[in-house]
């Protein structure tokens, strides 16, 4: 160990020759690299910096320690990282702007080991410096000369500057493209008012409307008051509609008339004293008017009183076809055909077992003169709607004397008893097989033989008046008084028992 100490300081005392390797080419591609370095050096204009982040070093940097982890590295010298930059160079060199434009002094603890080239950079981006590349200071731009073997050339540094290409831009994954699409959208303010600089984009029903007419989730009990007005008054009209116009109005077009009904309803409101909330009415209005989707998503609480008020006269209906005495099985079978063959269930009769054809099958033998006056049909507006003051078919009595008649008689009105009869008739339908099959009663199944019973008490009203008096005003003594007779003379009903081809025998 002795003896390489002191050929260390002989060869420290004889100005040796600069290696092969550190020597600067003498190619024209050197010289030519050496004199855009002085240009720049000596340019007093500073180059357009980048927007590279800069590592700063201390002011005042430690001393050197040796770090045994930094020599297992190739390329990289003994010492503090925190004052040293080690840099590999690039592929494509990378542009440095340093405060010097000679090489930084050099660290006057001897180093050991094989001599290597390294991409050293200083500079400070406040001073006046210039651009090298780490390419240059590899061959010759930054000569630096080791006056002994293994001497590490690194240079200490202020601040230093990279300026390098943009990064590719990565590639979008399905987890990225779902997550922007999730992200809420947002939009700068425009207004003065506004608490913040940028809001999240709400919903047209919570920036306009009062919190007085929004739509809350579940029944009509879970809405707010003024809302509950709307429905009602909205349900009101439903029901009315249905009694004395169409049992089945939503089958055409449940939007176009549920939008008539919430209309309707929000003027009917609007009549009312002004200390009753007109405000609110008012908004309720508007927004019957400006926004559609509140409008269905309210509209649907009350025209789905309609689909109840048909459970009830068809629930009704499956009870009072007892009367029929249907049986089960293939009795049940052949009964229910013979009813429904030529819709003779509307009529009052009894079974008798018929030969035709050398069989003999049962066959319900009408009497003429009971047109819609079958226990049936009269058991099942009782029971659906009719069971006391209260029930639904009693709230609309002023409704039942016809307005501009000569008598002041209460007769059910046509949609009435056809609907009643198109239940009895779906109620028929689910014992056809023998066996009870529940079949829902909507009205686009049911509305063909609901508007053949509405055509035929039409032209009836039209062509015997007289007759469809008698027949609609015993029809409701039975249903609310109990105290009409349960016949009709025959010869005021034959007319009205041939028209429009109606059976008058039980042969069909």
Wanted: proline fraction near 7%; include cysteine; aromatic fraction near 6%.
């Amino acid at each position: 160990m002795a003896q390489k100490h002191a050929t260390r300081s002989r060869k420290d005392d004889e100005e040796q020759p600069l290696p092969e390797q550190l020597r600067p080419r003498k190619s024209k591609e050197n010289a030519l690299r050496n004199k855009m370095w002085l240009a720049a050096a000596s340019s007093t204009s500073e180059p357009k910096r980048s927007m590279l982040p800069t590592v700063t070093a201390p002011e005042n940097p430690p001393q050197r320690t040796k770090s045994k982890s930094m020599n297992n590295h190739a390329g990289r010298g003994r010492g503090s990282s925190q004052t040293r930059a080690h840099v590999k160079p690039p592929p494509s060199p990378a542009l440095l702007k340093t405060s010097h434009g000679a090489v930084a002094p050099k660290s006057s603890k001897p180093k050991t080991g094989k001599s290597r080239r390294k991409s050293v950079f200083s500079g400070s981006s406040e001073e006046e410096g210039s651009y090298v590349s780490a390419q240059e200071s590899l061959e010759g731009s930054f000569e630096e000369e080791e006056g002994e073997e293994g001497h590490d050339p690194t240079i200490l540094i202020d601040k230093v500057e990279l300026v390098m290409p943009p990064r590719k831009k990565r590639k979008t994954t399905k987890l990225d493209a779902a997550f922007a699409k999730e992200r809420p959208e947002v939009r700068a303010t425009t207004s003065g008012t506004a608490p913040g600089k940028c809001f999240p984009l709400l919903s047209k029903s919570t920036t306009r409307w009062p919190l007085e007419t929004d739509h809350r989730s579940g029944g009509i009990k879970n809405q707010t008051p003024h809302v509950r007005d709307l429905i009602q008054r909205a349900i009101e009209i439903c029901e009315l509609k249905m009694i004395t116009e169409n049992a089945f109005p939503e089958v055409n077009s449940r939007e176009l008339f549920r939008t008539a009904v919430m209309r309707e309803a929000a003027n009917s409101l609007m009549e009312k004293p002004k200390n009753d909330g007109i405000l609110e009415y008012e908004m309720l209005h508007n927004r019957v008017i400006e926004d559609p989707e509140w409008q269905s998503k309210v509209g649907d609480l009350a025209v789905d009183c309609i689909a109840h008020a048909h459970t009830l006269m068809r629930s009704a209906a499956l009870t009072a076809i007892a009367h029929y005495c249907l049986g089960d099985g293939p009795s049940c079978v052949e009964r229910v055909s013979a009813l429904l063959s030529g819709n003779t269930f509307v009529y009052t009769g009894h079974w008798e077992n018929v030969e035709t054809n050398g069989n003999i099958r049962k066959m319900w033998i009408i009497d003429p003169g009971q047109t819609y006056l079958n226990p049936a049909i009269i058991k099942t507006l009782r029971r659906a709607w009719f069971l006391s003051g209260n029930s639904f078919g009693a709230q609309f009595d002023t409704y039942y004397i016809p307005s501009g008649s000569r008598t002041s008689e209460p007769r059910f009105t046509i949609p009435m008893v056809a609907l009643a009869a198109t239940a009895v008739y779906a109620a028929l339908k689910m014992w056809e097989t023998g066996d009870l099959v529940d079949e829902p009663f909507k009205g686009e199944k049911y509305a063909p033989i609901y508007q053949r019973h509405v055509t035929y008490l039409t032209q009836s009203r039209a062509n015997i008046r007289p007759h469809y008096r008698l027949v609609m005003t015993t029809l409701y003594k039975e249903v609310r008084c109990h105290q009409a007779a349960h016949t009709v003379q025959p010869e005021e009903t034959d007319p009205f028992v041939h028209f429009n081809n109606m059976p008058s025998t039980s042969t069909t």
